[in-house]
């Protein structure tokens, strides 16, 4: 193979080091993830989320409500909308 590709038997030998290597950061990052540091910034990411969201939908009621007001009122016409 080393006639057709000079460079075949250090590309084999890097691959295998470059396998070696992303084994050892999953194993890292898998150890960090379940630190009890890891699991703190879960805790504080999904809190954020779940505030996010929160407000996401407080804001989606009271859009709503503006709508019902207007339509209750005629204000609202679905043809202007358009």
Known sequence: MNRL??????????EVKAVEARR??????IKAKHSKAGRK???TRTSRHNAL???LEK???AAQQIIDDEIKAGQYN?????
């Open 24 to 29: 050892v950061a999953r194993k890292a990052n």
């Open 59 to 61: 804001s989606f009621v």
């Open 53 to 55: 969201a929160a407000g």
């Open 41 to 43: 910034a879960k805790a």
């Open 5 to 14: 590709n000079p460079y075949a038997k250090t590309q084999r030998a890097l």
């Open 78 to 82: 679905e043809a202007d909308a358009e």
